[in-house]
T-cell receptor, first 115, second 111 residues
Framework: NAGVMQNPRHLVRRRGQEARLRCSPM?????VYWYRQLPEEGLKFMVY????????ESGMPKERFSAEFPKEGPSILRIQQVVRGDSAAYFC?????????????FGPGTRLTVL | TQLLEQSPQFLSIQEGENLTVYCNSSSVFSSLQWYRQEPGEGPVLLVT?????EVKKLKRLTFQFGDARKDSSLHITAAQPGDTGLYLCAGPSRGAQKLVFGQGTRLTINP
């Protein structure tokens, strides 16, 4: 299966803990996007990365959230000191070339629950 | 800020009926995409419309892009229970590398 892979699919954390979400893009894709979805809502852009570079992080909260896409390995979205409001589904998408005009393909998501 | 408004937000109809959902904006988009999302899964791309006035068909689904590229519609003929899901429209944000999403239309087709 050459689709976008995300893990874990479900993650439960207590307030104050750290959450690490992983995303492996489709084979041949070097552009990764992270989105967040609250219940019964559309997706909200968080961050766009290429290998080793953050291109656009305009949708990501300035504190507690960070993202990386290293030369080797998956992209990581890291949330430090989680709060209940961080509970949401986090989706990763990838594209073969940069820019939102190119079609993005989504993974199955990680559902984060903060107790 | 470019916004996409979808209507209706919720729609529940009987199998075999026809329906149309709408995606509207006051802004021009270079293209619009439609996704379907099932519970517990990620959005799956259905179609991309690029040219104003363009019509694309995917079996019983017909997608149209408005002439001014500010709106789009999805029409389903003879809806089936398998069409149940959350339908999302999205478009590229001008000058930025991200998709702007509508809030979605949750469609339920009753047998």
């Amino acid at each position: 299966n050459a689709g976008v892979m995300q893990n874990p699919r479900h993650l439960v954390r207590r307030r104050g803990q750290e959450a690490r979400l992983r995303c492996s893009p489709m084979k041949g894709h070097s552009h990764v996007y992270w989105y967040r979805q609250l219940p019964e809502e559309g997706l909200k852009f968080m961050v766009y990365l290429q290998k080793e570079n953050i291109i656009d992080e305009s949708g990501m909260p300035k504190e507690r959230f960070s993202a990386e896409f290293p030369k080797e390995g998956p992209s990581i979205l890291r949330i430090q000191q989680v709060v209940r409001g961080d509970s949401a589904a986090y989706f990763c998408a990838s594209s073969s070339t940069g820019g939102a005009g190119n079609e993005q393909f989504f993974g199955p998501g990680t559902r984060l629950t903060v107790l | 800020t470019q916004l996409l408004e979808q209507s209706p937000q919720f729609l529940s109809i009987q199998e075999g009926e026809n329906l149309t959902v709408y995606c509207n904006s006051s802004s021009v988009f270079s293209s619009l995409q439609w996704y379907r999302q099932e519970p517990g899964e990620g959005p799956v791309l259905l179609v991309t419309v690029v040219t104003g006035g363009e019509v694309k068909k995917l079996k019983r689904l017909t997608f149209q892009f408005g002439d001014a590229r500010k709106d789009s519609s999805l029409h389903i003929t003879a809806a089936q229970p398998g069409d149940t899901g959350l339908y999302l429209c999205a478009g590229p944000s001008r000058g930025a590398q991200k998709l702007v999403f509508g809030q979605g239309t949750r469609l339920t087709i009753n047998p």
